[in-house]
């Protein structure tokens, strides 16, 4: 790889950092807004989790590595532990469900470890490298 595709791709990565600790600041912003009232409308106890969800499944089906779906793959599973949660679906509430999270990241680095191999072969042009990492 040369410097210049290196450099993007530091680039790529950092802008999308970026991008998702914003997103995910005003998120959780508004939903402590929501909790002691200080929004205009309510945000609900749907809205907010399908959110997330939502930022979960972009950020799985516009990855360009197995870390990114994975992470994105975590955060849509999280997005359904919240919903879970919060509507206390099957009674579930946020103090006996907290092993849902655990199955959430879990999945996601195994759908991480299970995609190194194809994203490497696709950068690669095809060969498979026997360094997976």
Same mark, same amino acid.
């Given at each position: /790889? ?8 530091? %680039?790529? =990565? ?10 995910? &600041?005003?998120?959780?912003? +508004? ?5 002691? =009232? /200080? ?11 399908? &959110?997330? &969800? ?11 590595? #197995?870390?990114?779906?994975?992470? =994105?793959?975590?955060? *849509?599973?999280?997005? =359904?532990?919240?919903? &879970? #949660? %919060?509507?206390?679906?099957?009674? +579930?509430?946020? *103090?006996?469900?907290?092993?849902? #999270?655990? @199955?959430?990241?879990?999945?996601? /680095? ?5 995609? @190194? ?10 060969? @498979?490298?026997?360094? @997976?990492?």
């Amino acid at each position: /790889m040369t410097e210049q595709e290196q450099g993007f791709w530091v %680039e790529r =990565g950092r802008s999308s950092r970026l991008f998702w600790g914003i997103t995910l &600041i005003v998120l959780g912003s +508004f939903a402590a807004l929501d909790y002691v =009232g /200080m929004l205009p409308w309510p945000l609900g106890r749907t809205t907010w989790p399908f &959110i997330v &969800i939502v930022l979960g499944v972009v950020r799985a089906v516009t990855a360009w590595s #197995a870390r990114r779906l994975g992470g =994105g793959v975590t955060l *849509a599973l999280l997005g =359904g532990w919240f919903w &879970i #949660a %919060e509507n206390h679906w099957h009674g +579930f509430t946020w *103090a006996n469900s907290w092993p849902l #999270a655990l @199955v959430a990241s879990g999945t996601g /680095m195994v759908v991480h470890a299970l995609a @190194v191999p194809l994203y490497r072969r696709q950068r690669d042009g095809g060969v @498979v490298n026997a360094d @997976v990492r």
